[in-house]
């Protein structure tokens, strides 16, 4: 009997039931889909000169980038992406060739492998990376105040740096990004230490999947997601089928224009400091120091790199990721700490809460 294809491809799972811990890990799952950067990586390093600047010297990112006249914050994704990939090697700060790199990728070599590791690569990808690598000064693209300028790019952070999202946009992004974080959701609401908070203020909550699997796993908790209008109305499908809208409500705020509501403990970043440069990092640093009361705290839920910044591999990848498609990058802890403290945050610490990820919290005296 043929199979009804409306019924069998419907998922049986019901809204509640994906804020149960999964039954795999999603490591792979990001392990796969950010694998896809790394021919672009190899390939545009290569043509950049990348290989053949450290076989004459090893630098450090910074020496590097001036050596062949590139932007820093690009150089340094790249080449901790290279490294995280084994093909340099991190010692004392200065990047080396690791013998594969030496062998197969430095034009000269009997083995040179270039002509071949560019086949089938993505053309955007690379022809992206190369851009960026050569628009210096990124680190220094603000607005007034410290806020991100409007681009006209198209890429998916600039319209929360307009603070201008359309209901389709809004709910295209909302399930993009619910599908990878729910996981993750879980993760926090599991590990994370909510005693002592009663109320969570996420900025930039997107489908409100964190506040929502915080809210069902923590009944004393009242959680408010803070968004642009139409993402506000994408979260509240999500929050009304995940069965805590008494508990969990939205807010429309556009954190770079308006003021941040008050009288929150905890204030809850989630991919929200890596679509941003350093300078706009600072510049939520201290908004979110200046909104919470003494005794409150930061929660920045990233995909943190090593301290060395050369792996994890997918983080990483999804670092250069952010430079291609935002104003940002993956952080180290210590990175994201020494921002906090410049801020007047104290008492940083981590704690892992899923798969690649983790919570950097800051506390106000």
């Known amino acids: 009997m043929p199979r009804d294809s409306q019924e069998g491809d419907r998922n049986p799972m019901q809204p509640r039931d994906m804020y149960a811990a999964p039954t795999a890990d999603d490591r792979r799952m990001w392990d796969l889909w950010l694998s896809g950067l790394h021919q672009p990586a190899i390939v545009a390093a290569e043509e950049a000169g990348v290989f053949s600047?450290?076989?004459?010297?090893?630098?450090?990112?910074?020496?590097?980038?001036?050596?062949?006249?590139?932007?820093?914050?690009?150089?340094?994704?790249?080449?901790?992406?290279?490294?995280?990939?084994?093909?340099?090697?991190?010692v004392d700060g200065r990047y080396h060739l690791g013998d594969e790199a030496r062998t197969y990728l430095v034009k000269g070599?009997?083995?040179?492998?270039?002509?071949?590791?560019?086949?089938?690569?993505s053309e955007w990808h690379r022809d992206r990376l190369l851009e960026k690598l050569r628009q210096r000064g990124s680190d220094q693209v603000a607005?007034?105040?410290?806020?991100?300028l409007v681009s006209s790019e198209g890429r998916p952070a600039d319209d929360w740096a307009a603070g201008n999202v359309s209901p389709q946009r809004a709910r295209e992004v909302a399930a993009r990004m619910h599908a990878h974080s729910v996981p993750a959701a879980v993760g926090v609401a599991r590990h994370y230490d909510f005693r002592g908070v009663a109320r969570?203020?996420?900025?930039?909550?997107?489908?409100?999947?964190?506040?929502?699997?915080?809210?069902?796993?923590?009944?004393h908790l009242r959680c408010t997601?803070?968004?642009?209008?139409?993402m506000c109305e994408a979260a509240s499908g999500y929050i009304e089928a995940g069965g805590v809208a008494d508990r969990?409500?939205?807010?429309?705020?556009?954190?770079?224009?308006?003021?941040?509501?008050r009288g929150y403990e905890a204030l809850f970043f989630s991919n929200i400091w890596h679509d941003w440069n350093v300078r706009t990092c600072r510049w939520l640093a201290a908004r979110a120091f200046e909104a919470l009361p003494s005794g409150g705290r930061v929660l920045l839920h990233e995909m943190l790199l090593d301290d060395d910044g050369a792996g994890p591999v997918t983080a990483a990848s999804f670092s250069l990721l952010m430079l291609l498609a935002t104003q940002g990058q993956q952080f180290t802890s210590g990175e994201l700490k020494a921002i906090l403290?410049?801020?007047?945050?104290?008492?940083?610490?981590?704690?892992?809460?899923?798969?690649?990820?983790?919570?950097v919290t800051g506390h106000k005296a």
Do not use: K, N
């Open 53 to 90: 600047a450290l076989a004459d010297a090893p630098g450090t990112a910074a020496e590097l980038a001036s050596r062949l006249g590139f932007d820093e914050r690009a150089t340094s994704v790249l080449v901790r992406l290279l490294a995280a990939l084994r093909l340099l090697v991190q």
């Open 109 to 121: 070599s009997p083995w040179y492998w270039a002509p071949m590791a560019s086949v089938a690569v």
């Open 143 to 148: 607005g007034p105040e410290g806020t991100p």
């Open 200 to 219: 969570v203020l996420d900025v930039g909550g997107g489908s409100g999947c964190f506040m929502v699997a915080a809210a069902q796993a923590h009944p």
């Open 225 to 230: 997601v803070m968004e642009l209008p139409a």
């Open 248 to 261: 969990v409500a939205t807010c429309a705020v556009d954190m770079f224009r308006q003021p941040w509501p």
């Open 341 to 359: 403290e410049g801020a007047g945050f104290a008492r940083i610490d981590v704690i892992a809460t899923h798969s690649y990820y983790s919570v």
